[in-house]
């Protein structure tokens, strides 16, 4: 061959080989990990955050249900960039003020406890409820109310799912939900809703707009419903602190012991870096 018909040959030689090359780091790619997780919990634990939430037969729809267990169903997304969430949920308040939110409750053991720390430091903040945790518990749903924080609607029993049903359904299941806080609460505001895991979908979108109830996500998630232990939940939210933050806790479904202990630490500080609020509910 002439040279430049070698030089050619050489160059598709190449070509070649690295297309070759990298089908193969593709196809690798491809191949489920051969060591996966022994447990589902410890596969949740590690892996990506949204495709690992159960699946709905977890949580079946409909008047029978489990309760929420903690690591079942937990709220955790990435951290959206910046502006708005998951199809436009809100993620920041709108101000410098802060925002602390707390899932998954009412829960007789650890809403008190959240509740005792933030009066003790004067700091109102967001309750997203669980309808059947509020229909168990209605006295905590009023002590939620009585202290001056805000309600937010988090589905009757904590279906991820939820966004994926019909349009009937996600109505039915929120308006259930806001029917048994006003039960508990009556004449409580409820003005935002907060999907489970926050899986919003366009469907969920609809039936919050059309119940007035603003889709709630947040900004700050030291993925505390895993239970990692206060040290790092402190740590997590003080490195992903900023002005307008929306931070989101759980005082449910689970071992909420370093959640409790983390906000012991962290009120104080926050307080001297930010003010915090409750998330505004408008006019009753
Ligand atoms: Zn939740």
């Not at 690798?28 to 159960?54: C, I, K, N």
């Not at 249900?65 to 169903?73: E, I, K, L, T, V």
């Not at 518990?137 to 924080?149: F, K, Q």
Request: proline fraction near 11%.
């Amino acid at each position: 061959m002439r040279a430049p018909t070698l030089r050619a040959a050489g160059l598709v030689t190449v070509v070649l080989a690295g297309l070759l090359g990298s089908a193969f780091v593709l196809g690798r790619s491809l191949v489920p990990d051969p060591h996966p997780s022994a447990a589902g919990v410890a596969t949740t634990l590690t892996g990506p955050r949204y495709g690992e939430q159960p699946p709905s037969t977890d949580f079946p729809s409909g008047t029978t249900s489990p309760r929420p267990s903690p690591d079942a169903a937990p709220d955790a997304a990435p951290v959206p960039p910046d502006g708005d969430g998951p199809y436009g949920a809100q993620v920041a308040t709108g101000s410098s003020r802060v925002a602390l939110t707390f899932d998954d409750g009412p829960d007789p053991r650890w809403t008190p406890q959240v509740l005792a720390l933030l009066a003790q430091y004067g700091v109102r903040a967001t309750f997203c409820v669980v309808g059947e945790n509020v229909e168990a518990h209605p006295d905590l749903v009023r002590s939620i109310v009585a202290e001056g924080h805000t309600l937010c609607n988090h589905s009757w029993n904590h279906d991820v799912n939820l966004g994926k049903r019909s349009p009937a359904t996600i109505r039915a299941d929120l308006l259930r939900t806001n029917d048994a806080i006003l039960a508990a609460a009556p004449g409580a505001r409820i003005a935002y809703y907060r999907q489970p895991g926050g899986a919003w979908t366009p469907s969920v979108m609809s039936a919050c707009a059309d119940l007035n109830l603003a889709p709630l996500h947040w900004s700050v998630d030291p993925s505390d419903w895993k239970a990692p232990g206060a040290t790092t939940i402190e740590a997590m939210v003080r490195s992903q602190m900023g002005p307008g933050a929306i931070v989101l806790m759980h005082d449910a479904g689970g071992d909420r012991s370093g959640t409790v202990s983390a906000l012991q630490q962290l009120l104080p500080e926050l307080l001297a870096r930010f003010e915090l609020e409750p998330l505004p509910v408008g006019s009753p």
